[in-house]
């Protein structure tokens, strides 16, 4: 079936062959194809139950400078994952705000598993990234530069971007934050879904803290590719769960 010369007849063009050998050793044997499409519908199912009314915008740039334009215009700013620092300056130029960003700067702390990243990855082997006079960098594993940084600093979140990836980062943010995020406060995932595992890592660390403190949420918007998403905290200590569509 797939050789390059029929037994009777013209022999294949060359565009046939290269097609047939594509698909057979490039797609027919490629699982990740298929588990990327997986990810995909299941996410789809996900929009379409509860986020048909969010804005879909282009880039994650252009979400997040959405999401700072729905933010208090008081409160605490705050990003997890700042590796480089290019979403952390993104932020500080946009709010002119007073900006905190959290990183070990020594990569992830175990393997992003549904994925290829290993621990370690996105290591800044101790390079730590310029930013804004406006942004203040806490290196360090969170549950270390956490504590001490609350202990400073009483006031409510008004800003949270989520970049560190895996679902034992995403819980210990949730754990630390969950007396200083309220209503109002915006939250942004930049993988929140859209890939193979995504139900096992930022989107199950929040929906935990979701059920756990009885939080009333509504979706704001969403990327047209990828996975990052925008939303805000109404309520809690209520019925938990995001608020359906009109």
């Given amino acids: 079936m797939f050789g390059t010369r029929q037994r009777h007849g013209r022999k294949p063009r060359l565009s046939e062959r290269l097609f047939r050998r594509f698909v057979f ?3 027919a044997q490629n699982l990740l194809v298929d588990l990327q499409l997986q990810a995909k519908r299941e996410s789809l199912d996900y929009i379409n139950a509860h986020m048909m009314h969010c804005m879909v915008l282009p880039s994650r740039w252009a979400l997040l400078r959405y999401a700072l334009r729905q933010a208090r215009s008081e409160g605490l700013i705050l ?8 979403s952390l300056r993104a932020i500080a130029d946009w709010s002119g705000r007073p900006v905190h960003g959290f990183d070990s700067f020594e990569g992830l702390p175990e393997d992003w598993t549904g994925t290829a990243e ?3 990855k996105f290591d800044a082997r101790g390079r730590l990234p310029k930013v804004p006079a ?4 806490h290196a360090g594993w969170f549950d270390r530069t956490l504590p001490p940084f609350l202990a400073g600093h009483p006031e409510s979140v008004a800003v949270l971007n989520i970049d560190c990836d895996i679902y034992s980062s995403t819980k210990t943010i949730f754990d630390a934050l969950s007396g200083r995020i309220g209503p109002g406060t915006i ?3 930049d993988e929140y879904f859209n890939y193979h595992g995504w139900q096992q890592h930022e989107f199950k660390a929040f929906q935990e803290y979701v059920q756990a403190h009885g939080v009333r949420y509504e979706y704001l918007g ?3 590719s990828g996975g990052t ?4 905290i109404l309520e809690t200590g209520t019925t938990p769960g995001p608020v359906p569509p009109a």
């Fill in 25 to 27: 050793k490039y797609f």
């Fill in 79 to 86: 990003e997890f994952g700042v590796y480089k620092g290019d």
């Fill in 118 to 120: 290993l621990r370690g």
């Fill in 134 to 137: 406006n942004v203040t960098l």
């Fill in 187 to 189: 939250v942004s995932f």
């Fill in 222 to 224: 969403f990327t047209a």
């Fill in 229 to 232: 998403i925008v939303l805000r």
